[in-house]
C-alpha cells in the first residue's frame, strides 16, 4: 500500500512514524509511506506560526514520542 501524508507538523510526523512501523505490529504488509510539506522545515506551527517574542510551552514528557523521549537536562520545547 501507497499512502501520502501531507504536512509535516505534529499530526503528520505521528502518522508517518506509525504507517512506517506498522507492519512490525499489526501483521499487515509493510507501507510504502512519504510525507509532502510546503514549508522549507519540518514541525508546522512549532516551527513558524508563533507570536512574535512568544514561547512554546509545550510539556517535553507529555508531548514526545514514548520510544523516543528527550533527556533529563534537555530544555522544554
Ligand atoms: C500561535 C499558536 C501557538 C501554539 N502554541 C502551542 C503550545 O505552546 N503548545 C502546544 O502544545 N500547542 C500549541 N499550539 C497548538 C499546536 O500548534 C497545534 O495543536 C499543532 O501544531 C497541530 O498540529 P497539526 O500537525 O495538526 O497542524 P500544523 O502544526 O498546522 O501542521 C500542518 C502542516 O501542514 C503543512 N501543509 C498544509 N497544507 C499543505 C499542503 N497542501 N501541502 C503540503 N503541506 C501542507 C503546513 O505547512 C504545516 O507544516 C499553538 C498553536 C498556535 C496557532
Known amino acids: 500500500m501507497k499512502v501520502a501524508v501531507?504536512?509535516?507538523?505534529?499530526?503528520?510526523?505521528?502518522?508517518?512514524?506509525?504507517?512506517?512501523?506498522?507492519?512490525q505490529y499489526l501483521g499487515v504488509e509493510k507501507?510504502?509511506?512519504?510525507?509532502?510539506?510546503?514549508?522549507?522545515?519540518?514541525?508546522?506551527?512549532?516551527?513558524?506560526?508563533?507570536?512574535?517574542?512568544?514561547?512554546?510551552v509545550s510539556s517535553k514528557q507529555l508531548t514526545t514520542f514514548s520510544d523516543f523521549r528527550p533527556k533529563d537536562d534537555d530544555p522544554d520545547f
Open 31 to 56: 507501507i510504502e509511506a512519504r510525507l509532502f510539506e510546503s514549508e522549507g522545515g519540518v514541525g508546522g506551527t512549532f516551527l513558524a506560526r508563533t507570536y512574535e517574542d512568544a514561547e512554546l
Open 6 to 23: 501531507i504536512g509535516a507538523g505534529p499530526s503528520g510526523l505521528f502518522t508517518l512514524k506509525y504507517l512506517l512501523t506498522a507492519h
